[in-house]
């Protein structure tokens, strides 16, 4: 299993309704991306290689259980750090209630489940 394979995992372990660097027409979706790379350097090289990235929730459900089984899906996966950058933000314009969450993946190969 990709690195990519895991975070679709994750994601997937909670709805369908997921994609990738795009904004859904759904009034509850999750939209994840890859930001950056972090990787640990030791004697000049990349000893590790780390994939950073953001997961956002889009949702018009006050307090979405969406986004304490997604944590819960985060947690279960093990090589996955993450934290909440943005907990419950209201757009009052649209109606959306916002989450994100930015996460770091090990690049490799990963065991399935």
Known sequence: ????????????????????????????????????????????????????????????QEFDPWAQQFEAALDAADVIAWYCNVENDYDEETGFHHYEWVWQIPVGVYPDG
Do not use: C, P
Request: hydrophobic letters at 35%.
């Open 1 to 60: 299993m990709t690195w990519q394979e895991k975070i679709i995992a994750v994601h997937t372990s909670v709805t369908d309704a997921v994609s990738h660097l795009r904004r859904m027409k759904s009034d509850r979706y999750f939209v994840w991306a890859e930001d950056s790379r972090n990787d640990f350097e030791a004697s000049d090289k990349h000893a590790e290689k780390v994939v950073e990235g953001t997961t956002d929730l889009w949702t018009k």
